[in-house]
């Protein structure tokens, strides 16, 4: 979503400043700004729309000499429109003051009317500008920048990461954080805030995490960093060990494409460090529930949003399967609606890849109150998830650059299915041959992931056949109907094209009225799998009212092309494991099509690669 920058230092701000933006551009904005000051003023450039733009502004301004401290933002619009405006940074005191802020202040409206009754002037509709005036008021009171920031957050309900410079100290950058990432960094250059690390690479040498209500003091040689009751916090900031080709493309035309054919690598590592042989126990040392504990357990839910949802249904079939533990998957933000029947016999699993997601990040807090353990699922261990975990099981998908989520779900699924084992291991569910047969053919996946990588023809003929098509149907039956859905999710989100996805035997309950020659119909069907005749009988029925069908299948029954369109074989794999390889093929479908009709792929409109409120 939103994303800030900010350095005090010896080196000019500006390179410094529209580099780590340009780094978070993929978590998708509208909207871009800075505030430079030198030892005299501060001044604020802002722009609507890309980066460009505002590069545009700066070079179009005649700037501040020696500016020794910034900070710069990229707005993704909640409060207000995408406009100059509403962008940050926000000023008070007549532009001796200029904040930046990520997360949303829920009571705005009533610390505005309150700011508006005693003089206080608006420039724009954002909730960010009353905690600019909140904190101009407060130094006129006679209080110093810290004091100020702090005595403005005590009238702030809601979520901030704040950035804060003005004329009153200038060589002062204050950063603030409450339920919304801010990072700390460090070179011999000058020192850095960021709300996520990749805005950081290349420029700092090592970086800290701020934790809730801790209260940062950055100058040009100096960090401190002070506590909610303010008193003085000693940190051990950690090397930054990230490198450029982490969120560099490396050739390919989207970081898409790169982060799909990273997939065979990634599940290759994680497997190599979790499960070394088919003969050992799978090892997952952040996982911190006591055998009696977990005998204890009665239920399981699972708790995510998008498509580590999707991920979680796929883990929920697993630990069926394997445990026989009742296992629920809740949207985040619809458990947040109900009555929590969570307890000290629940196993809370909340799978976010970013850490950030606000839904996920309240229902989890929601559990923890209920004394569920709680085990998270993330790629970002540092991230504000992680302060609810009793357990935890780290993704190590690297950074996801593109707002589509790909890597990161395999990631999830391979997690999901490292954790099925493990607690079967534990709860001696399954039997030791079962167990080993079963983890023979998850070391096979990443080999197989590559080939589907390496054979992708059929898929863009697909792709290139039904890229005008303007609605699509995905379906299966058992552990792939999620893979249908994470497979429509990723066509929406980068193409524009609407598709639904369904247990295929629900086709004939009310979809079935759409099907005619216009509306193509995704099938994942696996040979010797639960409903493999009654999918090909679903498939004939879509037939008979003239759908064109594509199949994804490990089969390699040459009769399936009398059926089909396209058939897209993927490798022979037992149904259990078939996720990790069928939706392969439904990713680069996806991206095929939506780079065939010149798609934003990696920042796609409408959306953020983390959802910060809910
Ligand atoms: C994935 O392609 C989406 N952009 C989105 O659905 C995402 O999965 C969802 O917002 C959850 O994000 P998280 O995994 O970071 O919590």
New binding site residues.
């Given amino acids: 979503m939103c994303g800030i920058i900010g350095y005090i230092g010896n080196t000019s701000p500006i390179d410094i400043l529209l580099n780590g933006l340009k780094h978070l551009e993929y978590r998708g904005y509208d909207s871009a700004g800075i505030a430079l000051g030198n030892l005299n003023r501060l001044m604020v450039i802002k722009a609507a729309g890309k980066l460009a733009n505002l590069q545009q502004e700066i070079s179009q301004s005649s700037l501040l000499s020696s500016p020794n401290r910034g900070i710069g933002h990229i707005r993704w619009a909640t409060h207000g429109k995408g406009n100059a405006v509403n962008a940050h940074p926000h000023t008070s005191l007549n532009g001796n003051l200029a904040i930046v802020h990520n997360g949303i202040i829920e009571n705005y409206k009533d610390l505005k009317a309150e700011l508006i009754n005693q003089g206080y002037v608006f420039q724009s509709e954002t909730d960010t500008e009353v905690i600019a005036h909140l904190i101009g008021f407060y130094l006129q009171q006679g209080s110093n920048l810290h004091q100020a920031t702090r005595q403005a957050c005590s009238r702030l309900h809601g979520a901030y990461a704040l950035g804060v410079i003005s004329q009153a100290e200038p060589h002062k950058l204050i950063a603030v954080r409450h339920h919304a990432p801010l990072i700390l960094g460090q070179s011999r250059s000058g020192n850095y805030i960021a709300s996520d690390i990749p805005a950081l690479i290349g420029q700092a040498d090592s970086t800290l995490s701020l934790e809730d209500d801790e209260l940062a003091e950055l100058s040009e040689n100096n960090i401190s960093v002070f506590a909610a009751d303010d008193t003085i916090c000693h940190k051990t900031f950690k090397p930054l060990t990230m490198s450029a080709d982490s969120i560099d493309k490396l050739g390919y035309r989207h970081y898409m494409l790169k982060e799909i054919h990273e997939q065979g690598n990634i599940t290759r590592q994680l497997l190599h460090k979790r499960l070394p042989s088919a003969e050992a126990e799978v090892n997952l040392p952040d996982i911190n529930i006591s055998s009696s504990r977990l005998q204890a357990i009665r239920q399981i839910e699972i708790i ?5 949802l999707h991920a979680a249904e796929v883990g929920k079939y697993l630990i069926e399967e394997l445990t026989g533990i009742s296992t629920q998957v809740m949207a985040a933000s619809e458990y947040l609606c109900r009555r929590s029947l969570s307890s000290e016999h629940t196993l809370c699993i909340g ?4 850490g ?2 606000a839904d ?1 990040i309240s229902a989890i807090r929601k559990a923890k109150e209920h004394n569920a353990h709680i085990l998270i699922l993330t790629n970002r261990p540092d991230s504000s998830i992680t302060r609810y975990a009793d357990s935890l099981l780290p993704l190590e998908a690297g950074i996801e650059v593109s ?3 790909t890597k990161s779900y395999t990631a999830q699924l391979v997690a999901f299915y490292l954790l099925s084992l493990y607690l079967a291991e534990h709860l001696h569910s399954v039997d030791a041959a079962q167990l080993s047969a079963l983890k023979q053919e998850l070391l096979q996946i990443p080999t197989q992931i590559e080939t589907i990588l390496q054979n992708d023809q059929e898929i863009k003929a697909c792709a290139q056949q039904f890229n005008h098509s303007r609605n699509f149907i995905y379906m299966s039956r058992g552990i792939n109907v999620a893979t249908a859905q994470e497979g429509a ?1 990723k066509l929406k ?1 980068i193409s524009y094209i609407n598709a639904g996805a369904y247990p295929a035997g629900e086709l004939k309950h009310g979809p079935i009225a759409l099907l005619d020659e216009t509306l193509p119909v995704v099938s994942i069907l696996i040979p010797g799998g639960s409903g493999y005749a009654k999918l090909l009988s679903n498939n004939e029925e879509a037939k008979a009212r003239k759908a064109p069908l594509i199949a994804i299948t490990s089969s390699q029954d040459k009769e399936l092309n009398k059926l089909f369109n396209h058939v897209i074989t993927v490798p022979q794999v037992s149904e259990l494991l078939s996720p990790l390889t069928t939706n392969i093929p439904l990713q680069l479908l996806a991206y095929y099509i939506a780079d065939s009709l010149g798609r934003d792929v990696d920042q796609p409109r409408n ?1 953020a690669k ?2 910060t409120v809910e």
Avoid: I, K, N, Y
Avoid at 304 to 308: F, K, R
Avoid at 351 to 354: A, D, K, L, R
């Fill in positions: 995510a949003c998008g498509t580590s799978v976010s890849q970013s950030e997601t996920t707002v589509a989520a999710l989100e959306l983390s959802v």
